[in-house]
């Protein structure tokens, strides 16, 4: 029977694996980064596109490192704790780190899917945004009704 916690160790499950992808995607990145160098236009040198393309993979993992941890706090019922804000708000700045990242590489490339990935991390982090807000609203008022008891 499917249920809560076997959800959470869905979600868990995907996340590692995810971060998996990314991590392995260091090695095929720089082969991938010098195809779309022949078709397209060329600002920076190869390894400056591959430092830009690594610093995006970073932060996808910091990020999935952090909804890991975001994660095991709710399937140990610890929802509405600090921890839990500041993990939202570290994912939701690498959402927006990333966003940067990307919007510079789309301004100097020209290249409309990039700044279409730049839109949809930027927007993905601001209701990252939003959620970090709720929950510290929702962690201060429990603290209160717990002082108050």
């Known amino acids: 029977m499917w249920n809560k916690e076997m959800s959470v160790l869905l979600s868990k499950g995907l996340i ?6 990314a991590v392995s995607s260091v090695g095929w990145f720089a082969q991938c980064i010098g195809m779309i160098e022949v078709y397209y ?21 910091a990020l999935l490192v952090f909804l890991f941890f975001l994660l095991n706090n709710i399937s140990k019922k610890k929802v509405f704790v600090r921890e839990n804000v500041r993990n939202l708000r570290f994912i939701s700045w690498c959402c927006f780190a990333v966003t ?8 100097v490339t020209f290249l409309e899917i990039i700044f279409l990935a730049a839109f949809i991390t930027g927007f993905i982090g601001l209701i990252l945004r939003v ?10 008022l429990k603290e209160e009704n717990d002082f108050t008891v």
């Open 41 to 61: 236009y060329r600002p920076f040198s190869h390894l400056g596109s591959c430092i830009l393309g690594f610093a995006v993979i970073a932060f996808a993992c």
């Open 131 to 140: 959620v970090k807000n709720v929950f510290e609203e929702a962690v201060a």
């Open 16 to 21: 590692v694996l995810t971060l998996i992808m």
């Open 100 to 107: 940067a990242i990307l919007a510079a590489w789309g301004i």
